[in-house]
């Protein structure tokens, strides 16, 4: 099991009253909501945080691939279906 450390943070009265109903909600406590909803925050940050680098790494290489065309040899056959031969 991972060992927790205690935080103590301020919330919204409507926090509260959703941390409350946590048994309702399937949770075995409050703390496991809280730990599920940063968890998916981070998730979906780190997510974020990819795509961007992405399309920067991208736009970076654009000027290669329109002045090199045998980086793009290949475009001709976009949406094509491949079938793996053995």
């Given at each position: ?28 406590g ?55 031969t053995?």
């Amino acid at each position: 099991m991972s060992s927790y450390i205690q935080k103590k943070f301020s919330i919204a009265h409507n926090h509260k009253k959703f941390l409350e109903n946590y048994k309702n909600l399937g949770f075995s406590g409050q703390s496991s909501i809280v730990r599920e909803a940063l968890s998916l925050y981070i998730k979906d940050y780190e997510a974020k945080e990819r795509k961007t680098l992405m399309a920067q790494k991208a736009q970076e290489l654009v000027e290669y691939y329109e002045i090199d065309s045998e980086l793009n040899a290949f475009t001709c056959l976009d949406g094509e279906d491949f079938h793996e031969t053995r």
